[in-house]
C-alpha cells in the first residue's frame, strides 16, 4: 500500500515555490555593509559557482564571492531530491588585512506565494505549563517571532508551518542554537518573510567568520495532517543522528536517582552502579542506556557547583571505566551528563584558566555565581574537546549528554563593543557546534543528547547533530501537560524520551514536589520513542511484573512510531478530564496502532475514537496484549467509529495488522 504521505510529483513541482537557486544576485540573502544595502551576492563580489551531488539524493550548489575589501560570502545551497526541499546557510569571512565595514541585519529573506496565508508557529519550552502551546495567526499584518535569552526555543520554536489558504503550504525550520528573529509580512500574492540572529552589527576581524542560521523550507501539498507526515519522514531519512550507521531505535533507560539520599546523582558509585545495573539485569529489565546525570564529579554532594569534570575519586575512584566495561559486556549504552558552558564561582577549570570564562552581573545588579564558558574561543574550545574526548574513550561513555542552565545572553552582552553587536554570540555558536561535530568525529559511534534546561536548544541545527531527550524539566509526571508536548515532538523532533511517573493524588489532582506513583497508567503516558523507566533496581516483584510487561508493550509501539506516520485524534488542552487519543500507521507494512487514555477526571465512561488511514474493505486483526483481548475490523468500521470503555485514570493500546486474503478466505 502506498502512503497517501509518499512525496509524489505534485509536490516536487513545488520546488519552485521554495527559493531554488537561480543565480548569485538571486540567492536570499539581504544584509546592510555599512552604508551599503546588499541583495544577493552582486556581481562586484566576482561570484563563482561550484555544483556537486553529495549523494543520490541531493544537490549541492555553492556560490563564493569575494570584493575588493576582502570580504567573503560564501552561500551553500542544498536542493534534496526525495522531498521538496531546500535548504539554505551563508558565511562571511575576511580575507583582508583590517576589519570590514560592519555588517547589519544580516537576514535570509524571500517571497512564498500563500493567497490567503496562516501562521502555524508555538512558544517552545518556555520551563513552564504555558510551553508547547501553538497559536495560528492570518498574515494580513507583521507577525514577528523569536527569542531574546541566548536559547533558540525559549518562548518562541524555531519550527513554522505556513498554510497557503489552498490546498498545502510550508514547512519552515530555522537552525540557529542562539536567539533568531523571524518576520512575516503580506505581500503581493503571498508572504515576503525575513530571519536571521537576532542582533548583529559587526565588524568582521581578519581571518574571522561569521555566519547565518540555516534555513530549511518544505513545500507540502494537502492538509496538516500531509504536512506533518512528509516532515516526519524527511527528518528520519536526512536528520535524525545514526549509530555506527544504523537508525537510532527504541532506547529503555535505567538508572539510580537520588541514590544514598542524596540529590541527582552525587549518591552514585563504582559499587552501588555496577549492583543495580546487574539486579535490573538478574530481573527481567535489561536498560538499553543506564543514565549517569548531574552529581558525579567534585561538587560536595551539590550538584550545580560545577568547574570540575573529574569523577569523583571518592566514590569514582577509578572513574567511569568500570561501570562503562560493565555496560559494554551486556550490550547497555553508558550515558553521563556534562555542563561544559557553565562554570560556578571557584571552580577549578574557572581557577586555572579564568581567561576561558565570561561573567557578567545579573538583571538586579548582583555580580553572578555562574561564569560562561567561552567556546568561542579556540584555544577554550580546543582544552575542553581534547579533554570530554578523552574522558568519553577512556570511560567507554556511548551517549554523551550536554546541559545548558543558564541564559547565557547576559554574558555575550557584557563583553562586547559597539561594533561587535552579536559578534561573541556568533562565534560562541559556531564553536559549540564545532565542538560537537569533533566529539562525533573522535568518537565513531557515539551520539548526542542535548538538553538546555529541558527543550530550550533544540533548533534544527543543534538536532542534525543530537537527540532530546530531555525535551522538559516541565510536566514529567502530570500527564495532561505531557500529552501536550508529545503532540508538537511527534510532529517536528520525532526521537524524544519520556519518563514512567505519575505526579495525581487518589482525587486525580496533580501535584508538585516530587510526588511519585510507578505503574500502567504512567506507562501509557510514556509512550515515546525512548522511555526512563522509574521503576527501582530494589523495588518489589510486583513492580518489576508490571515492568517488564509494559515494557514489552512500549517497546513494540516505538518501533511503529519510529517507522509510521502519526495521527493525533484528539485535541490536547491541559485538561484532567479529557480523552487522549493517538494513532500510528505503517502503510508499507499495513499495521499500526492507536491508543486511548481516560484521564483523572475524564468524566464519560465511553470514549469513540475514529481512525484514519485505513482501506475502508481490508480487515483488520487487532489485538491488546495489556489485557488479552482480540478483535477483527474492518477499514470502514475503524474509521466510522471505534468505541472503548476503560476506568478512569488507565489507557488502552490495540495494534493492528490487515489480514492476508488467504486468511480473510
Same mark, same amino acid.
Given at each position: 500500500m502506498i502512503s497517501k504521505n509518499s512525496v509524489a510529483g505534485e509536490d516536487m513541482l513545488r520546488i519552485a515555490k521554495i527559493l531554488p537557486y537561480r543565480s548569485p544576485s538571486e540567492v536570499p540573502l539581504r544584509f546592510l555593509y555599512g552604508e551599503r544595502v546588499v541583495c544577493g551576492i552582486p556581481d562586484d563580489f566576482c561570484p563563482r559557482v561550484t555544483v556537486r551531488r553529495p549523494d543520490a539524493n541531493t544537490v549541492q550548489i555553492v556560490i563564493v564571492g569575494q570584493d575588493a575589501q576582502g570580504l567573503e560570502i560564501r552561500c551553500e545551497y542544498l536542493e534534496y531530491l526525495d522531498f521538496p526541499m531546500t535548504e539554505w546557510v551563508f558565511f562571511f569571512t575576511n580575507r583582508g588585512e583590517g576589519d570590514t565595514e560592519p555588517l547589519s541585519d544580516i537576514r535570509i529573506a524571500g517571497h512564498l506565494d500563500a493567497p490567503a496565508p496562516v501562521l502555524h508557529h508555538g512558544n517552545g519550552d518556555t520551563c513552564g505549563r504555558d510551553g508547547y502551546t501553538w497559536y495560528d495567526d492570518p498574515i494580513d499584518r507583521t507577525v514577528s517571532l523569536g527569542t531574546r535569552d541566548g536559547t533558540p526555543c525559549n518562548g518562541a520554536f524555531p519550527y513554522f508551518r505556513l498554510r497557503d489558504g489552498r490546498d498545502g503550504g510550508y514547512q519552515i525550520a530555522l537552525g540557529w542554537p542562539g536567539s533568531w528573529r523571524a518576520e512575516f509580512s503580506p505581500d503581493e500574492g503571498g508572504v515576503h518573510f525575513e530571519m536571521g540572529q537576532w542582533r548583529c552589527h559587526f565588524a568582521v576581524r581578519p581571518g574571522e567568520t561569521m555566519r547565518t542560521p540555516r534555513l530549511n523550507l518544505m513545500a507540502y501539498c494537502g492538509d496538516d495532517s500531509r504536512a506533518c507526515n512528509m516532515w516526519r519522514r524527511w527528518y528520519f531519512a536526512h536528520i535524525l543522528p545514526r549509530e555506527n550507521g544504523h537508525s537510532l531505535r527504541p532506547m529503555l533507560c535505567l538508572h539510580?536517582?537520588?541514590?544514598?539520599?542524596?540529590?541527582?546523582?552525587?549518591?552514585?558509585?563504582?559499587?552501588?552502579?555496577?549492583?543495580?545495573?546487574?539486579?535490573?539485569?538478574?530481573r527481567g529489565m535489561r536498560p538499553d542506556i543506564w543514565w549517569v546525570?548531574?552529581?558525579?564529579?567534585?561538587?560536595?554532594?551539590?550538584?550545580?557547583?560545577?568547574?570540575?569534570?573529574?569523577?569523583?575519586?571518592?566514590?569514582?575512584?577509578?572513574?567511569?571505566?568500570?561501570?562503562?566495561?560493565?555496560?559494554?559486556?551486556?550490550?547497555?549504552?553508558?550515558?553521563?551528563?556534562?555542563?561544559?558552558?557553565?562554570?560556578?564561582e571557584g571552580g577549578l577549570l574557572l581557577q586555572e584558566h579564568p581567561e576561558w570564562f565570561l561573567h557578567?552581573?545579573?538583571?538586579?545588579?548582583?555580580?553572578?555565581?555562574?561564569?560562561?564558558?567561552?567556546?568561542?574561543?579556540?584555544?577554550?574550545?580546543?582544552?575542553?574537546?581534547?579533554?570530554?574526548?578523552g574522558m568519553i574513550a577512556q570511560s567507554h561513555i556511548r551517549v554523551y549528554r550536554q546541559d545548558f542552565n543558564f541564559s547565557p545572553?547576559?554574558?555575550?552582552?557584557? *563583553?562586547?563593543?559597539?561594533?561587535?553587536?552579536?559578534?561573541?554570540?556568533?562565534? *560562541?555558536?559556531?564553536?559549540?557546534l564545532q565542538y560537537w561535530d569533533d566529539l562525533l568525529?573522535?568518537?565513531?559511534?557515539?551520539?548526542?543528547?542535548?538538553?538546555?534546561?529541558?527543550?530550550?536548544?533544540?533548533?534544527?541545527?543543534?538536532?542534525?547533530?543530537?537527540?532530546?531527550?530531555?525535551?522538559?524539566?516541565?510536566?514529567?509526571? @502530570?500527564?495532561?501537560?505531557?500529552?501536550?508536548?508529545?503532540?508538537?515532538?511527534?510532529?517536528?523532533?520525532?526521537?524524544?524520551?519520556a519518563h514512567t511517573m505519575s505526579h495525581d493524588d487518589d482525587e486525580g489532582n496533580y501535584l508538585t514536589g516530587g510526588y511519585q506513583k510507578v505503574d500502567a497508567f504512567a506507562y501509557h503516558n510514556a509512550m515515546a520513542p525512548v522511555v526512563t523507566s522509574m521503576i527501582e533496581y530494589n523495588d518489589d516483584d510486583a513492580m518489576f511484573d508490571m515492568g517488564r510487561k509494559m515494557t514489552e508493550i512500549w517497546r513494540r509501539a516505538a518501533q511503529i512510531e519510529l517507522s509510521g506516520d502519526y495521527y493525533p485524534l484528539t485535541e490536547c488542552r491541559l485538561n484532567p478530564a479529557d480523552y487522549y487519543a493517538m494513532q500510528f500507521d505503517r502503510p508499507e507494512c499495513s499495521d499500526g496502532f492507536f491508543q486511548v487514555i481516560r484521564n483523572t477526571k475524564a468524566q464519560e465512561d465511553t470514549f469513540t475514537v475514529h481512525l484514519t488511514?485505513?482501506?475502508?474493505?481490508?480487515?483488520?486483526?487487532?489485538?491488546?496484549? @495489556?489485557?488479552?483481548?482480540?478483535?477483527?475490523?474492518?477499514?470502514?468500521?475503524?474509521?466510522?467509529?471505534?468505541?472503548?470503555s476503560i476506568p478512569k485514570r488507565s489507557g488502552i493500546l490495540w495494534f493492528y495488522?490487515?489480514?492476508?486474503?488467504?486468511?480473510?478466505?
Open positions: 539510580t536517582y537520588r541514590i544514598g539520599g542524596k540529590e541527582e546523582f552525587c549518591g552514585i558509585t563504582e559499587k552501588n552502579q555496577i549492583d543495580a545495573i546487574q539486579t535490573y539485569i538478574d546525570d548531574a552529581g558525579w564529579y567534585a561538587c560536595g554532594d551539590i550538584w550545580w557547583k560545577l568547574g570540575d569534570w573529574h569523577p569523583n575519586r571518592e566514590n569514582l575512584p577509578n572513574g567511569f571505566a568500570p561501570i562503562g566495561e560493565k555496560c559494554d559486556e551486556n550490550g547497555i549504552r553508558l550515558l553521563v551528563w556534562f555542563e561544559p558552558e557553565r562554570c560556578y557578567w552581573d545579573e538583571p538586579d545588579g548582583t555580580p553572578s555565581k555562574n561564569y560562561a564558558f567561552d567556546l568561542g574561543n579556540p584555544e577554550a574550545r580546543q582544552y575542553i574537546t581534547d579533554y570530554v574526548s545572553m547576559h554574558a555575550w552582552m557584557a *563583553h562586547e563593543a559597539p561594533d561587535r553587536i552579536g559578534a561573541m554570540e556568533n562565534l *560562541h555558536v559556531q564553536g559549540y568525529l573522535r568518537n565513531p559511534g557515539l551520539w548526542i543528547d542535548s538538553c538546555a534546561s529541558g527543550g530550550r536548544r533544540n533548533d534544527l541545527e543543534t538536532m542534525r547533530r543530537a537527540v532530546p531527550l530531555q525535551y522538559t524539566d516541565v510536566g514529567l509526571g @502530570e500527564h495532561p501537560a505531557k500529552q501536550k508536548q508529545h503532540r508538537q515532538m511527534f510532529e517536528w523532533i520525532p526521537y524524544f524520551r488511514a485505513l482501506d475502508d474493505e481490508t480487515v483488520y486483526r487487532l489485538s491488546d496484549p @495489556e489485557h488479552g483481548e482480540t478483535r477483527r475490523c474492518t477499514g470502514r468500521e475503524l474509521r466510522e467509529g471505534f468505541s472503548v495488522r490487515a489480514e492476508s486474503e488467504d486468511t480473510q478466505a
